[in-house]
């Protein structure tokens, strides 16, 4: 009886381990529409939305919250909670301090938005890198992101100095408009959005395309290291079905 006894514990105690609540992912999202922004106080874009259903299809429970760039940053660095977000550029210097899913989405190649009184000058240009280094014009840029590796290695090591903005692209765009600086890098789907939604000075803003601004990178879902590696590969598992094709 009391070997029986302690079975039935035993398999209690299995069955409540099995249903033991899980810890639940934070994923904390940039302001950052078309891809992932707030609606009505509910996440919204369609990067963000991916994420949610590959998340789901994975049975990892999460929790959604809008945050500052440089706070998301901070709190994956930090690494005291389970923090993961959508959308980051894999870069050497991330990949220190997180880990990275699968691949998620793909960039289309990178458009130049100049002001109109300067965009023959800049559309003269042979490459982007000669106009990076031409000091008659001066690029935007909004703080504290990545455009990429190539992109970043460009603006970095070019003889100009770009101007270093906080501020969310749209933003950035105004800026131009105004004529605050020359020209800036914008994502297509960033651009597209915003003309949508009517926040792109037409008469005043002009798109530009130069053959050596490098292929589209792909985006991926950025974590905090303490998220664990059976979570990382239930969302790598899930993301090749909701996102089949697109290669690591």
Known sequence: MAKRCAGSIVAICLAHACFAEEVVISIQYRDKPPYSYSKEGRPAGFLLERTVEILRRAAVPAKYEQIPVKRIVQDIKDNKKTVCSPGWYKIPDREVFAQFTLAIHQDKPQIVLANVQVAKQIQSMSTFKSLLNN????????????????????????????MDSNVT????????????????????????????????????????????????????IMCSKNVSADIMQRINRSIQTVVPGLSP
């Not at 803003?205 to 050596?212: G, P, Q, S």
């Open 135 to 162: 000091k008659d014009y001066r690029l935007g840029i909004v703080s504290g992101v990545s455009y990429g590796p190539d992109l970043d290695g460009m603006i970095n090591n070019a003889t100009t100095t770009a």
């Open 169 to 220: 692209p749209d933003g950035l765009a105004r800026m131009i408009a105004m004529h605050r600086a020359d020209y800036m890098i914008i994502d297509v789907e960033d651009y597209n959005f915003l003309l949508q939604k009517k926040e792109i000075d037409t008469d005043r803003l002009v798109v530009l395309k130069f053959k050596d601004i490098p292929e589209g990178l792909r985006r991926y």
